[in-house]
């Protein structure tokens, strides 16, 4: 059993930029496919970014791509993701998971473990 733990959230200005850190525990990073998602008041849970269990291979949603930034350190069992150039539109919360498998996903289904989420909330 994978337990996640995210941490990093923050309220911030438009244009800020924040890291994210989810440390796992009862399992190493590297037997899992990784992502992020993140769910704003009134909507459904969405991917907005994810990540092999090498690392090798990374996938971002359209919005995300090109300020948001996936990475994982295995020694440290630790997933992060760097949002940068942050807008209102990023205000959600922002859940890791894990899923079985090598590849990255971006379905939430293929994800058996969620960390409990934290909260980003970027004001203009």
């Known amino acids: 059993q994978v337990q996640l733990v995210e941490s990093g959230g923050g309220s911030v200005q438009a244009g800020d930029s924040l890291r994210l850190s989810c440390v796992a525990s009862?399992?190493?990073?590297?037997?899992?496919?990784l992502g992020w998602f993140r769910q704003a008041p009134g909507a459904e849970r969405e991917f907005v970014a994810a990540?092999?269990?090498?690392?090798?291979?990374?996938a971002y949603a359209d919005s995300v791509k090109g300020r948001f930034t996936i990475s994982k350190n295995n020694a440290k069992n630790t997933l992060y993701l760097q949002l940068s150039s942050l807008k209102p539109e990023d205000t959600a919360v922002y859940y890791c998971?894990?899923?079985?498998?090598?590849?990255?996903?971006?379905?939430?289904?293929?994800?058996?473990?969620w960390g409990q989420g934290t909260q980003v909330t970027v004001s203009s």
């Open positions: 009862g399992g190493s990073f590297s037997s899992y496919g």
């Open positions: 998971a894990a899923a079985y498998g090598s590849n990255w996903y971006s379905q939430s289904y293929r994800y058996a473990y």
């Open positions: 990540i092999s269990w090498s690392g090798g291979s990374t």
